[in-house]
């Protein structure tokens, strides 16, 4: 006890201190101290020991929390403010908020998951966001937006008019006309005295908290602070890192504080939250145990958990320190003046020198706190210096002065960055400091370093940093210094990367980050500290590319397969990253003519640099080829080392182009060291890599596995293409464009190792060579071809060709959308984001294509407008080659379709810019000849597969494009003499010496007519048409050289109408040839028909029979004047019509016989809620619940559906046997689960895989009864009724002696011994169904001597009636007629299967259910606890008493029609107590509005039978004097009712409905009612038996139960019970998402839920996917949903994944899938996981869509069968959901 007993006495010594402390007293006390500080730290060593950290919880408990926050706030804070504001606190603030003005910035400090906005049109860059209330109000709400959800941390920039381009304030924030000055200092607003006053209490706390929280001894204080006693209590602290997993935390957790597993998980999600947590508190010795364990156990895979035994006032003044710094985030929010106050005293440089301040030690020990404190600091940091512009700027410099340190701390720390000071750069950079980051084990979003963003986005601090702190020189050496690996040239080597560098070069990304941050908006005016300190940086990183430029180099393997494959994936990643910096640095030097010269010339030495590095032990050689000669040196891509990495090479490419573009070249010639290119030098790299990609294609690399393969895909990717492929492709175009095309061409010959293919004196020998594979060769040959296109066609670069960036992206979306139509995200996809994510589609896209609107499933399309094809290029250098080909045919076939000729020719290019002119001089010159006339010739005489078809179309499209640039340069030219083009000139002579072949022309022509070419024939045509054309404008511009020809009209149609009339007439030979043919076809089937005459004849009949068969029964003579009816002895049966099925399984057709082999129908059992109007019921418990009478709400039901598919039992039967056995092969294999269970008898239907977990026998319909025979009245019957029970009472109750005499009506024999109606196997199938019901609906195990068996089959098959009912009458439907056959054929056996179930249950029990139910009607002394009228769903009575009902009369007996007359008397009896249970309930105040006397029958007799109720019950009922407000109550209520009676009995009795029930419209009533041979005034059913239902009524009425619902005891229903529907959804998604951040976990004391998920059928928001909200089902730990699904859907459940963007859909603990979301953004597209973040809107068809399954009970099916067409979905744990 006397531990207890000190435990409980600090809170009662603290209570009487409350009472006599005086907040004001000790605030004047320390006022007038000499020593404030001593004074402040002397009260808190006296209280926060003894407030904080008392005990073993460590705030654990609710109250606990309470308690501390009071006392804090009376004895710690309360003094603090009185003395600052020196009055009482509540009006000293008030007072602060009225004077301060409110700051433009919004400053909101972002949740985990909360919306946040930035507007594509305005934002400066992408790191600008708005939070939703300021979005709401500013301008760019209509403008395009991009929403995303936050990782927490960041800020909302409204207000900074530097971060918007326009529109940077919302209404709210918008500052007022007569704002102050910004340069003002706010301070002045202050009186002189709290000034003082807060100088010198705002030292002092953050004095005391940095002391706190960078405190490293674990059981002394700082001085001042010790406490009077020191007892030995000490806490046990273990940290969060990002290096241990949750279980591994759990596991060693358990083993050392011996805790329960649920506690562990408790104490490992407080330290994956916090940081940190106490998980043991004791004396020294005892945590210093657990302190061991710990260790012990986590250090055997990598370095241990920190833990810490500290003492308990260190802990207790850590909590203080955190409590105070939010405080003072308080504090500031009320006035700015104190904001600046709390500024300068954070950034006051002690005289002891650099990094003394306060923020430089919270900063530089940022990696050794913890996850909360660093939250909690950097909070203040953002509330405090972010949030005023003088003192972001100071801090800014502080941070980029640390830069180096700070990151180096956080690649060594184990935190996220998102808590690291490092992520604070976004802040600063855009607008940075960091490298504790790069130590740091923890995730970067915590660590300061994550401020950057903060700082570095903002262009006027960014440039402010460059040029006063060299910024960016900085980060770059940061970056280079943490990459140590290097090979021996000092090229970056990451073959050798163990986890832990890898972790570590995933930390040094974050510069690149930082980086991107300062470059991401180019200065409009340079200065000229800004041009070197930039160029600085750009030397730096140069050096950096230089360790890139060749780094992974490759050898093709020769022989035997590679190895090991080695690494690629460092080297690509950190491309990536740079991709976009490059092409940044690249626009910061377009925007300054001297800064590219400069960069220009220090990126070419470092390229010569690069070059001296070659090995240049390369024999020099000399090549000569159609009369030219070149020097170059032998190497071979096949045989030497050839890297795909060459940065330095495509920046100066990059470089190049932008000297063409600003038109530098050609104003400062002089200035730039173009006459030292080597062109042979530049363009040696790239074309190994293209030569590489060539050979690759070729497959002679094959050996070299697939890290090859993925280099080349990344290469033409669309994520690095522009700063690799297309760069390499422009450095090409420059060497060429300085070179005599003649050797640049010999060179590429070389390289591609094809020039002795065309050298050889004759070319056609060229097959004899036996060591190389001819195939390789040719692709070889195909690729330099298509090299060669697109060297001089590709021009749609700005610099290369005169154009627009905007061209370049409209030819790109040309291209892609000539493959097919496309979606707007997969256009997105296919072309290059800048760095701001953007890649400028939406200015272009609607000027080239148009949007098709999607339908409820699929997505919305872009198709390309057809004047736009003409653009279309075959050769487009971005077409993969599937792409390529899926073009050509498309265009081909779109081109067929119109009628034209399918030749695709080459665009018409547009014009080079000067600096690459002579490019096109590539086209004519005689090294191409000569390969075009090879291949030519080649193709006259085919043989030998020395050549292929896509050789001789790139050869022709290279001909074509020449034909082009002539006829352009004709048309352009005034005179003949400038033209320097003369193509057709060169191609009309003839080859020379070596190979005498005829001339190119002449080839053509004899090609034009080949039978093998059919394919290339319009194209040969068009060429040969352009030659003409060309040489008729010749002629025109030698003869009239002053008047311009319009182009050659004249041949070119001469030719065409050639074409169109022979097309024409080839087309009606077709159309004659097609109709004669079916002429021949039809009088070929007169002639079978004639034949067999009679066979057909009989077929006719047969179906005639058939069809009549239902209408001319032989009884229905006297039936067709009535109208149909399906209840009572006048109905008419189906048995007359055979039921012929045929087995799925064997294809056997077999008759449905009682006596026959069974045939059964495949179905799923489920329970369901889908109906149910209390969600909050809790289940029944299965061992004691009674189902025999279902409450009118529907809570639980049971659902049986079927896919409709007939198999014999015992086929099934081996099917299902099959199926089990397969099951235990497949566990003994590998654990895992099917989309089935098949412990719980699920199986998949064997023709349509539907899931199905039962059969329902297949029985035949029932015969219509003797209309002679006489009907009973409803009291004779009643009478009989009785008398039946009376006998079956007495027989049950003496057995042995028989029945009794005398008490028994004639022709009834009590007989507890039923015949047997059906085959063995029929009643073995019947018991197989029961027992499924039984079995689903109680989750029971199965046990046929249970007496509940029957009534839930009778469940199911009302339940299922009910709900179908209810879908029918939602959607409009006619009753009869509008169900899907599988629907049909599902209730009519379910129907028939319930009326037969009652033969495998025993008798006894089947006469007790209708004994029970039949006293609910006629209320009987001896059966005890009947339910009230109140609580029976009338419509499952009916179905209940009906099918029990028969088991009273032996089948032998002719009481046929008396079974009928009783079903009729049930029928009416039960509708006269659903008349009677609508007026009690369903007439209410607001009904008796309508005050209209006197009216028809029915309004009297309804008026009748409601004050007879009123009699009964009294005051309960409101008086109501409308008797047409009763009757349409009435009418209106017991509808639904009546139609699931029809369907009931349609498919019992198996007769055929009347017309008017067949369609939808009016007449609905009346046919209904005499369907159910029911009179059409339901009330002369009481009417006429008046006496007999009075007293029934009274007995009814009289029910205690009754006043007590209607007083409002228990639930009540009011009918027609309304339609489920799921939830309304908000037509914008934000709205979804704002609810969903501003959830917390309800069981992690006010954490951010991580996967906040909305149940789609109630509304509840639900923590999903944590280990917090786990909980315990069936002795299983699950997940929020899943346990949600339990009491909510019964184990069915539909969510919103909020975050996600994904609906899923779980069943069960094993099932689940995700589901496409309802929400679409403006290109009909859905957003799954929020990747996109366009605007999201709710499409009603699609969430209607998703509503019609649920109801429709479709949800297990549609899981199975994603699960069976995607096996992923199998293995994901979805009961941790």
Known sequence: MAAAQTDRDPPSALCSEFLNFSAKDTASRWLAAADLQQEVYHHLSVYVPRIFCLGPRMGGSSREEQREELATQLLLLAPLEWLLLGEEPAAGLALLQEKNQPSPLCGHVFKVGEPTYSCRECAADATCVLCMQCFLGSVHKDHRYRMTTSGGGGFCDCGDAEAWKEGPYCEKHTPADGSRDLEEDPVAQLSSDMVARGYSIFSIILKYAVDMLTWEQEDQLPAGLEPQGKGDTYYCMLFNDEVHTYEQVIYTLQKAVNCSQKEAVSFATTVDRDGRKSVRYGDFQFCEQAKSVIVRNTSRQSKPLRVQVMHSSVVAHQCFALKVLSWLGQIIQYSDGLRRILCQVGLQKDPEGENSSFVDRLMLNDSKMWKGARNIYHQLLMNSLLMDLKYKKIFAIQFAKNYRRLQTDFMEDNHERVVSVTSLSVQLFTVPTMSDYVKDDHDREFSITDLSVQMFTVPSLG?????????????????????????????????????????KFGRVQSLIGDLKYILISPPSDWTHQLRTKFLEGFDAFLELLKCMQGMDPVVRQVGQHIEMEPEWEAAFTLQMKLTHIISMIQEWCSTDEQVLIEAYKMCLSALSHCHSGLPDGEQPISLSLAGHCVDTFRYQVSQDKVSIHLPVCRLLAGLHVLLSRTEVASHFPEQLPLGELSPHLLIELPLRCLVLCAQVHAGMWRRNGFSLINQIYYYHNVKCRVEMFDKDIIMLQAGASMMDPNHFLMIVLSRFELFHVFSSSDIRKRYREANKDLVQQNTLIEEMLHLIIMIVGERYVAGVGQVEPFDEVRREIIHQLSIRPMAHSELVK?????????TGLERVIDSVASFKKPGVTGRGLYELRPEWNKHFNLYFHHYSRADQSKAEEAQRKLRRQNGEDTALPPPVPPQLCPLFGSLVNLLQCDVLLAVEGAVLQWAVEPGGGGWTESMLQRVLHLVGMALLEEQQQLESSSRDDDITFNYTCKITRPGEAPS????????????????????????????????????????????????????GQGPEETVRDKDKAERKRKAEMARLRREKIMAQMSEMQKHFINENKELFQQSMEELEASTSAAEHSPSSSELTCTSQVCVGPRRVGGAERRQLVTCILCQEEQEVRCQGRAMVLAAFVQRSTVLSKNRHRSLPAPERHDPLFMHPDLSLGIHTASCGHIMHATCWQRYFEAVQLKEQRRQQRLRGHTSYDVENGEFLCPLCECLSNTVIPLLPHTHTPDHSADHPSLEAWLKTTRQQIEAVNSAHRKPSEGASEGA??????????????????????????????????LKVNPNEQDQRVPVLSWSTCAYTIQSIERLLMDEGKPLFGSLPCRQDDCLSSLTRFSSACWTSAPLKTVHTHFIRLFSALLPDSQVEDTPCILDIDMFHLLVYSVLSYS???????????????????????????????????????????????????????????????????????????????LWSCVKLGILPFLRAAALFFHYLNSSVPPADLMVAGPGQWEALCSYLSLPSN????????????????????????????????????????????????????????????????????????????????????????????????????????????????????????????????????????????????????????????????????????????????????????????????????????
């Open 996 to 1047: 005498t072949s005829g001339s190119v022309l002449a080839l053509l022509e004899s090609l034009q007519n080949a039978p093998h070419l059919e394919v290339h024939k319009d194209m040969i045509t068009w060429i040969l048409k352009m030659v003409g054309n060309i040489k008729t404008i010749r002629e025109r511009t030698s003869l009239t050289s002053t008047v311009t020809i319009n182009q």
């Open 830 to 838: 296919a072309l290059p984001e800048n760095g701001n994510k953007e």
């Open 1447 to 1525: 088991a009273l009369h032996s089948p032998d007996q002719s009481g046929h029609s008396f079974v009928d007359s009783g079903h009729l008397h049930l029928l009416h009896l039960i509708t006269v107590a659903h008349l009677v249970q609508i007026l009690l309930t369903s007439i209410t105040e607001e009904v008796c509005m309508d005050q209209d006397s006197g009216g028809s029958e029915e309004e009297e007799l309804t008026c009748q039978l409601y004050s007879t109720l009123r009699k009964h019950l009294g005051s309960v009922l409101p008086e109501v004097s409308s008797g047409w407000q």
């Open 463 to 503: 440039r402010m940093l460059m040029v006063e702190e060299n910024l960016m020189t900085t980060i770059v050496r940061t970056f280079v210094d943490h990459l140590r690996h290097r090979d021996l040239q000092g090229r970056f080597q990451f073959d050798r990367y163990t986890a832990q560098q890898a972790f």
């Open 1578 to 1777: 339901l009330l002369l059913l009481h009417q006429s038996q008046h006496t007999l239902l009075e007293p029934l009524i009274h007995r009814w009425c009289c029910h205690p139960g009754v006043r007590r619902t209607l007083q409002g005891g228990g639930v009540l229903v009011r009918f027609p019970r309304e339609s489920n529907r799921l939830i309304d959804l908000p037509e914008d998604y934000s709205i979804l998402i704002n609810q969903a951040s501003s959830f917390t976990c309800p069981r992690s004391g006010g954490d951010k839920s991580r996967a906040p998920t909305l149940c789609l059928v109630c509304g509840s928001m639900l923590c999903s996917q944590s280990y917090c909200c786990q909980t315990d089902v069936d002795g299983e730990d699950v997940g929020a949903c899943t346990a949600h699904t339990f009491t909510c859907g019964a184990g069915v459940g539909l969510f919103l994944r909020v975050r996600e963007s994904q609906v899923l859909f779980v069943a069960g603990k094993t099932k689940g899938c995700f589901y496409p979301p309802p929400y679409l953004d403006d290109y009909g597209e859905t957003d799954q996981g929020l990747k996109r973040g366009n605007p999201l809107h709710l499409c009603t068809e699609r969430y209607e869509k998703i509503e019609r399954l649920w109801r429709q009970h479709g949800i297990a099916e549609v899981i199975g069968h994603a699960q069976e067409a995607n096996q992923t979905l199998v293995a994901i744990d979805w009961q941790h959901l």
């Open 1304 to 1337: 028994e009506p004639e022709g009834f024999r009590a007989t507890l011994s039923p015949q047997m109606l059906f085959s063995s196997s029929v009643s073995e199938m019947v018991t197989t169904f029961s027992m499924s019901a039984y079995k689903v609906g």
